[in-house]
């Protein structure tokens, strides 16, 4: 630590004292200061830079150490829609292929076990699958949006339970689940109920992330975030949503019993208890945002590529009309890993695949950032591995496992 000072900071209208402490090079030689400062009760967390020196930082292995798929072969390796995959602590990978609406599980070398599951509304069956995590003991839990249903299975693929969600809350998904066995979701964008107002153009509603218990009761609302960004236009007087360019969402992610929160508008994310307390901001200091011409350009051309011709014109002049927002969201997805280190995928508008991920670790500083393959959709990872769904040309999934180098060799 080079000092401690006691300073004036302003926030929003109010003033109020905090002590900040300022510590250089936080990650070895070459790292950048990071500035560390209490208000209010909740540490704040700025980061000028990363820690990790100019040219190191972990890396990925250049190719997997097992890959599960095929595109011509035993339907069991065939994968579609893959919406989550698990390498289970006791040994082998649990992977929900929405396609099948399968529940498939595979050992440690990736040979097929066995399969449980199908299309439907009864226990075991699913109807849109939208979720994969550990749940008690060596059990894993399945969500389907369709039914807003968590379904509890054994590692050996055998059902335990089903649990419905009650409550108010719309377009809800899955997050994780906490120790004491409650689980956590998330509004993927608000009703309205919340802001009770309807307006045309950009409009982000208040979405809720809220804890329910083993039996689907809904318990406490960990917080109302700003939800996903739309656009309100009029067709035929109605009131019409769609997807902007560059359209904000909430990026949540389970750390232990915490929960990290963030709105995308800046580099910034909130660490959040259960019962809704802030108890840290996380921020990267003097990130561009603004979005260029060329930037909107590119934007269109990528939503475009996913079309077919006949409808580009169409889809072309239907975004021309729409408002476009002055900044990009500032980073995608979170993760936590198995070491309580925060994972932040930058930005990239789907169906692209980011691939930088920017390291912070579990007190809220920047390590650096770690390079994954294109079109390598990650799902978990561990303390020298990362797990994910990589597409090939054509678009054939395939579950990877890559190691990862966290010696900090420069080059």
């Not at 602590?89 to 396609?99: H, N």
Request: overall charge negative; glycine content about 14%; aromatic content about 10%.
């Amino acid at each position: 630590m080079t000092g401690c000072r006691r300073s004036r900071v302003f926030d929003g209208m109010t003033a109020f004292s905090v002590i900040t402490s300022i510590f250089g090079c936080t990650g070895g030689e070459g790292g950048a200061p990071l500035v560390v400062r209490d208000s209010a009760g909740v540490q704040i967390v700025e980061n000028l830079g990363p820690a990790w020196p100019s040219g190191s930082g972990w890396r990925l292995s250049d190719e997997p150490a097992l890959q599960i798929g095929v595109t011509d072969g035993p339907v069991e390796y065939q994968f579609t829609d893959i919406q989550g995959a698990l390498r289970l602590p006791t040994g082998g990978f649990v992977i929900a292929d929405g396609g099948s609406h399968e529940i498939r599980l595979f050992d440690n070398d990736g040979r097929f076990l066995t399969a449980t599951g199908r299309r439907g509304d009864a226990p075991g069956e699913y109807r849109q699958m939208a979720g994969l995590g550990y749940g008690p003991g060596d059990s894993v839990w399945v969500y389907d949006f369709g039914t807003r249903r968590f379904t509890v299975l054994t590692a050996a693929g055998e059902l335990v339970r089903t649990m419905n969600l009650g409550g108010a809350l719309s377009a809800v998904g899955a997050v994780g689940r906490f120790s004491d066995g409650s689980f956590i979701v998330r509004e993927y964008w608000g009703s309205g109920t919340h802001s009770g107002v309807v307006r045309s153009g950009l409009s982000r509603d208040p979405a809720a992330v809220a804890a329910y218990s083993a039996d689907g009761t809904e318990l406490d609302t960990v917080g109302l975030f700003p939800g996903r960004e739309v656009y309100i236009g009029s067709e035929d007087g109605r009131a019409v949503m769609s997807a902007p360019l560059y359209a904000r969402t909430a990026s949540v992610a389970m750390s232990g019993d915490e929960i990290y929160v963030g709105d995308q508008e800046r580099f910034e994310a909130g660490l959040y208890t259960a019962s809704g307390d802030l108890r840290r901001l996380v921020r990267v200091l003097g990130v561009d945002l603004r979005v260029t011409q060329e930037d909107i350009e590119r934007a269109v051309a990528e939503r475009l590529a996913d079309q077919p011709p006949e409808r580009h014109a169409m889809l072309r002049a239907h975004l021309d009309a729409m408002d476009v927002p002055e900044t990009r969201p500032a980073y995608g997805r979170m993760l936590v890993d198995s070491e309580g280190n925060l994972w932040v995928a930058e930005y990239a508008s789907f169906p692209m695949e980011p691939a930088t991920w920017r390291v912070f670790d579990s007190g809220g500083g920047l390590l650096g950032a770690v390079q994954v393959p294109e079109r390598f959709h990650v799902h978990q990872i561990g303390e020298d591995w990362i797990l994910g769904v990589w597409r090939d040309e054509l678009g054939v999934e395939y579950m990877r496992v890559y190691g990862l180098d966290k010696r900090l060799r420069a080059g």
